[in-house]
C-alpha cells in the first residue's frame, strides 16, 4: 500500500510539537470489530458479494484538554469479495476528537477528519483521501486504561474502474478499543486548609499602682514648700510614672500629717502638701486636668499607737515620721500582650 508521506509527516510534527507541553496527555490504543462495505453486492454482475469483514485498528492521540484532542492511527477496514475475488482496504486516519465527560468515568466523543485508504478490489486499486466521521463512548477503568466502543462512516473510500462498472464505497465501522494513558494521573483537589480562628485580643486591663514619699524628705516639718532633696525624690517617682503610665493614665495626689496639732491645720497642710506634689507632676508633663488632690490630715495613722507613751515633742516628731507621707495613685488601662 503507498502512503501520502506528507500527510503522515505533517501529522506527526503536529502530535510531537504538543508532546513537550503535556507529555501525560498522549495515549495509545487499539480496537477489533466489523466493517460493512455498503453496496459491494449489489454492483452489477456481480452475484456473490461479501460485505461483512474484520476490522483492525491502532492509533495514538493527545488531548489538549477534557473536551478537546486529536488522533493518528492506521484503519484496517477488513477483506470483502465480489464472486470470490477479494476486496480490501487499509490506510491511515488523522481526526479531531471532540469529548463530553459523564461523570468522573463515562465520556462520549465525536470525530470528524480524513481517512487516507488504499483499496484493491474487482481486479484494480485506487488511493484516496476520504472524509471520516464518528461517534463513541469512553469508559475510564483507571488512569491508565480506558475501554471504549467507536463507529465510524467514510465516504467514496474508492472509485474503482473494471468492465464498465463503476463502485465508490461508503464504509462502515465498529469497533471496541482498549486506550491506554501511560502518564495520565487524576487530579485530586487539595483538602481545604483548616480554618483557624484567631482568639479573640483580650481585654484591656484596668490597671492601679501607688507611691508613697516620706513628708520628711520632701518638706521641712510644718511646711508645704519643696526641699532640694524632695526635688530630686520626685524627679525619681515621676520617672517611674513614665515606666508605668497607662493608656489615658490619671493621678490622684493623697496628703497625710502626723496628729500633731489641730485638726484644721493639719487638714489644710495635707492639702497643700498635696497640691504642691500635683504642680510639680504637671509641670513634668501630666495633664492637669488628669490630676487631683486629696488631704486627709491626720488620718490613717501608719503609727497606730506605737507613739503613745513618747512625751518629748522632738522625740514624738521624730516617732511620727511615718505617719507624714504623700501618696500617688496612678491608674488607668493598659493592652494585655498576647
Same mark, same amino acid.
Given at each position: 500500500?503507498?502512503?501520502?508521506?506528507?500527510?503522515?509527516?505533517?501529522?506527526?510534527?503536529?502530535?510531537?510539537?504538543?508532546?513537550?507541553?503535556?507529555?501525560?496527555?498522549?495515549?495509545?490504543?487499539?480496537?477489533?470489530?466489523?466493517?460493512?462495505?455498503?453496496?459491494?453486492?449489489?454492483?452489477?454482475?456481480?452475484?456473490?458479494?461479501?460485505?461483512?469483514?474484520?476490522?483492525?485498528?491502532?492509533?495514538?492521540?493527545?488531548?489538549?484538554?477534557?473536551?478537546?484532542?486529536?488522533?493518528?492511527?492506521?484503519?484496517?477496514?477488513?477483506?470483502?469479495?465480489?464472486?470470490?475475488?477479494?476486496?480490501?482496504?487499509?490506510?491511515?486516519?488523522?481526526?479531531?476528537?471532540?469529548?463530553?465527560?459523564?461523570?468522573?468515568?463515562?465520556?462520549?466523543?465525536?470525530?470528524?477528519?480524513?481517512?487516507?485508504?488504499?483499496?484493491?478490489?474487482?481486479?484494480?486499486?485506487?488511493?484516496?483521501?476520504?472524509?471520516?466521521?464518528?461517534?463513541?463512548?469512553?469508559?475510564?477503568?483507571?488512569?491508565?486504561?480506558?475501554?471504549?466502543?467507536?463507529?465510524?462512516?467514510?465516504?467514496?473510500?474508492?472509485?474503482?474502474?473494471?468492465?464498465?462498472?463503476?463502485?465508490?464505497?461508503?464504509?462502515?465501522?465498529?469497533?471496541?478499543?482498549?486506550?491506554?494513558?501511560?502518564?495520565?494521573?487524576?487530579?485530586?483537589?487539595?483538602?481545604?486548609?483548616?480554618?483557624?480562628?484567631?482568639?479573640?485580643?483580650?481585654?484591656?486591663?484596668?490597671?492601679?499602682?501607688?507611691?508613697?514619699?516620706?513628708?520628711?524628705?520632701?518638706?521641712?516639718?510644718?511646711?508645704?514648700?519643696?526641699?532640694?532633696?524632695?526635688?530630686?525624690?520626685?524627679?525619681?517617682?515621676?520617672?517611674?510614672?513614665?515606666?508605668?503610665?497607662?493608656?489615658?493614665?490619671?493621678?490622684?495626689?493623697?496628703?497625710?500629717?502626723?496628729?500633731?496639732?489641730?485638726?484644721?491645720?493639719?487638714?489644710?497642710?495635707?492639702?497643700?502638701?498635696?497640691?504642691?506634689?500635683?504642680?510639680?507632676?504637671?509641670?513634668?508633663?501630666?495633664?492637669?486636668?488628669?490630676?487631683?488632690?486629696?488631704?486627709?490630715?491626720?488620718?490613717?495613722?501608719?503609727? &497606730?499607737?506605737?507613739?503613745?507613751?513618747?512625751?518629748?515633742?522632738?522625740?514624738?516628731?521624730?516617732?511620727?515620721?511615718?505617719?507624714?507621707?504623700?501618696?500617688?495613685?496612678?491608674? &488607668?488601662?493598659?493592652?494585655?500582650?498576647?
Amino acid at each position: 500500500m503507498k502512503m501520502a508521506p506528507s500527510l503522515i509527516a505533517i501529522a506527526m510534527a503536529t502530535m510531537g510539537a504538543t508532546a513537550a507541553h503535556a507529555a501525560d496527555d498522549f495515549y495509545f490504543g487499539a480496537g477489533v470489530g466489523a466493517t460493512h462495505f455498503n453496496g459491494l453486492n449489489k454492483i452489477e454482475g456481480v452475484t456473490n458479494g461479501e460485505e461483512d469483514a474484520t476490522a483492525v485498528n491502532v492509533f495514538t492521540g493527545y488531548n489538549f484538554n477534557e473536551y478537546f484532542g486529536s488522533e493518528l492511527g492506521y484503519q484496517y477496514t477488513g477483506r470483502g469479495n465480489t464472486d470470490g475475488n477479494r476486496y480490501e482496504s487499509q490506510g491511515a486516519t488523522l481526526s479531531g476528537i471532540a469529548r463530553l465527560p459523564l461523570g468522573n468515568d463515562f465520556s462520549l466523543f465525536g470525530e470528524a477528519g480524513a481517512y487516507w485508504g488504499h483499496t484493491d478490489g474487482m481486479g484494480t486499486s485506487d488511493t484516496k483521501v476520504s472524509p471520516l466521521a464518528g461517534a463513541g463512548v469512553t469508559y475510564k477503568v483507571n488512569d491508565a486504561l480506558d475501554l471504549q466502543a467507536r463507529y465510524r462512516y467514510m465516504w467514496d473510500v474508492a472509485d474503482l474502474h473494471a468492465d464498465n462498472v463503476r463502485y465508490k464505497s461508503n464504509q462502515s465501522i465498529a469497533t471496541l478499543e482498549a486506550v491506554y494513558h501511560p502518564f495520565r494521573t487524576s487530579y485530586v483537589a487539595p483538602a481545604p486548609a483548616p480554618v483557624v480562628e484567631e482568639a479573640p485580643a483580650p481585654a484591656p486591663q484596668v490597671v492601679e499602682k501607688n507611691f508613697a514619699l516620706n513628708s520628711d524628705v520632701l518638706f521641712a516639718f510644718g511646711k508645704d514648700s519643696l526641699k532640694a532633696e524632695g526635688v530630686e525624690a520626685l524627679n525619681g517617682l515621676y520617672q517611674q510614672i513614665v515606666e508605668f503610665q497607662p493608656k489615658d493614665g490619671s493621678a490622684v495626689v493623697v496628703g497625710y500629717t502626723d496628729r500633731i496639732g489641730s485638726d484644721a491645720y493639719n487638714q489644710k497642710l495635707s492639702e497643700a502638701r498635696a497640691r504642691t506634689v500635683a504642680n510639680f507632676l504637671v509641670s513634668k508633663g501630666m495633664a492637669a486636668s488628669k490630676v487631683a488632690i486629696e488631704g486627709r490630715g491626720e488620718a490613717n495613722p501608719v503609727t &497606730g499607737t506605737q507613739c503613745n507613751g513618747v512625751k518629748a515633742k522632738a522625740q514624738l516628731i521624730s516617732c511620727l515620721a511615718p505617719d507624714r507621707r504623700v501618696e500617688v495613685r496612678i491608674s &488607668g488601662v493598659q493592652e494585655v500582650q498576647q
